[in-house]
């Protein structure tokens, strides 16, 4: 359900903010690009590039048809490196389960600050349980309000959808607008 949950958030709010269909998007931690079908198909974005660790996945994400551009890199951590992408490139990014246990770390949204322009949403879905069950994850809110405090950007909504993200598991959604 996450990318479900965030294409539906993402849509709603670049329509209340007129983010247009062409805006360009960086899906993040892309996996096999389930994301960038719905965000084409069932709502429209055109420009989608995709970002992953895994080249495996990317290609497979590739293989969608729905994608223009491909990064294979590691965002987040120790390991983070520099994405080939210049600053403040982006309309807008995606992330739907980049953060389960020992995948991105919380600093990674620094990295999407930075590449996504000013007024360009940022939306991010995950398991709600993670925020409390993964060690890594516990900063994540602290982290998200200093950089509101710092004018970094401006939270929109945080939302446990009504559906479940999986099973019985709640989803978590953050929308936040690049300052
Ligand atoms: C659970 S999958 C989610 C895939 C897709 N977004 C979806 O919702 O179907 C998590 C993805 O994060 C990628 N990943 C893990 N750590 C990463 C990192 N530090 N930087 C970039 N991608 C990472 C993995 O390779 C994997 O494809």
């Known amino acids: 359900m996450a990318p479900q949950f965030v294409s539906q958030y993402f849509d709603k709010h670049a329509r209340a903010l007129g983010i247009p269909k062409d805006a360009r998007i960086l899906d993040v931690a892309a996996g096999t690009g389930m994301q960038g079908v719905l965000l084409k198909k069932k709502y429209g974005y055109t420009r989608l590039d995709a970002t992953d660790a895994s080249q ?3 290609d497979k994400a590739r293989d969608t048809g729905v994608y223009r551009n491909f990064y294979c890199c590691r965002i987040g951590g120790a390991t983070s490196y520099r994405w080939p992408t210049v600053s403040d490139t982006y309309d807008s990014a995606v992330m739907s389960s980049g953060l389960c246990e020992g995948h991105i770390k919380c ?3 620094l990295e999407l600050i930075r590449v996504v322009k000013p ?3 940022i939306v991010n879905a ?3 349980v993670n925020i409390r069950k993964c060690e890594e994850y516990h900063n994540l809110h602290p982290s998200f309000k ?3 405090e710092e004018k ?3 939270c929109i909504e945080h ?3 009504p559906t479940k993200h999986y099973m019985d598991y709640d989803g ?3 929308v936040y607008r690049v300052l």
């Open 56 to 58: 495996a996945m990317l």
């Open 107 to 109: 600093d990674a949204f």
């Open 119 to 121: 007024g360009g949403l």
């Open 126 to 128: 995950m398991r709600e």
């Open 146 to 148: 200093k950089w509101a």
């Open 152 to 154: 970094k950007w401006e």
């Open 159 to 161: 939302v446990i959808p």
């Open 172 to 174: 978590l959604v953050h």
